[in-house]
């Protein structure tokens, strides 16, 4: 498996919340060779890995599937669209984005921006309220293909950076699916002590919403949330953050399980893998917090991949943290 050439097939396949279809697809294809039996139901791709033995527990691997976006609320007279956001954008950026609109066919656009000239130093943070999309095309042409609802992604393709670090959109959290697939790969010829399931959850960035009825459906002993966290850039808070190559964050939290959190990290120092801690005060704000008191309750834990600029359209990771990741799963789920 090229963990590269994985991530960023994922990053740039189009898939915002709601309407995943376009990456839920590609991921399903890339899990079958994994879990033939893998399928797309409720819009969360969800397959077994190798046999169920009675008396194992059950321990599901789960990355969520969507990213952020923006759905159409309107067409103007004037010819231009106007949006609603999916998830947490960064407003502060949106001035001037170039965007897809996702209709009867893909329409490239831009969000518009008034020159500084006109805006005589006064330039605010947009309200969604304010943001436009300009297509250069007019209302009635954009009526026959764009309709209320169709949702909106960034314009943006990956691009390599220094070393193994890349950047681009939608890594929030592909790279987390690209992790799984590579634990996968590394656990093909070992013995299970888990039954495990794989699910790339839909819908995380309204509220968990896939993962919550993943939990509920597939019912696990335990359950590993693989999303991203804060990597450390210029001017923000160390002691929030990790840092870029330096391995998989695990997470501790009153809301998590601490026995899963201690067994992964006694799984990263016995392969002698390095990671980081992620110490958090409440919820995680990830799907782990839909498997933790989903029915009987699931021991519920975060492996995260440090991420900068996140939620927005050049997100950073570094691909040898994905690589650390899928090892520390896979070693984890070896030693049970």
């Known amino acids: 498996m090229n963990i590269q050439d994985t991530v960023i097939a994922l990053s740039e396949a189009c898939g915002a919340s709601g309407s995943e279809t376009a990456a839920a697809e590609l991921a399903l294809g ?16 969800i397959g077994r890995y190798g046999a169920f033995a009675d008396g194992r527990p059950h321990l599901v691997l789960d990355a969520h599937i969507d990213q952020i976006g923006m759905i159409v609320t309107y067409i103007t007279d004037d010819g231009f669209i106007k949006v609603g956001n999916l998830g947490g954008i960064d407003r502060r950026l949106l001035p001037a984005q170039p965007v897809v609109v996702h209709g009867k066919k893909d329409i490239k656009g831009v969000v518009c921006s008034v020159p500084p000239h006109l805006s005589k130093g006064e330039g605010k943070v947009l309200s969604f309220e304010d943001v436009a999309i300009d297509t250069e095309m007019s209302a009635d042409e954009l009526k026959r293909i764009v309709s209320l609802g169709d949702t909106v992604t960034f314009d943006v393709k990956c691009r390599k950076l220094a070393g193994s670090r890349i950047t681009g959109g939608a890594l929030d959290d592909r790279c987390g699916v690209a992790a799984i697939l590579y634990a996968l790969e590394l656990l093909k010829d070992s013995p299970l002590k888990y039954n495990v399931t794989v699910i790339f959850s839909a819908q995380e960035e309204l509220g968990e919403r896939g993962a919550k009825i993943g939990a509920f459906e597939l019912d696990p002993d335990i359950a590993i949330a693989v999303d991203v966290s804060f990597a450390y850039a210029e001017g ?14 695990i997470g501790i939290s009153p809301s998590l399980s601490r026995r899963i959190s201690d067994g992964l990290t006694e799984a990263a120092e016995n392969a002698k893998l390095p990671y980081q801690t992620e110490v958090m005060n409440g919820l995680t704000s990830t799907n782990a917090d839909r498997y933790s008191v989903s029915r009987g309750g699931s021991e519920a834990c975060t492996v995260s991949i440090p991420l900068r600029n996140m939620h927005t359209p050049v997100e950073v990771i570094d691909l040898a943290d994905v690589e650390l990741t899928g090892r520390l799963l896979a070693e984890f789920i070896r030693e049970a």
Request: with cysteine.
């Open 236 to 249: 923000e808070d160390r002691l929030k953050c990790g840092d870029l190559g330096k391995g998989a964050m």
């Open 30 to 45: 890339m899990l079958r060779e994994y879990c033939p039996d893998a399928e797309i139901r409720n819009g969360n791709v």
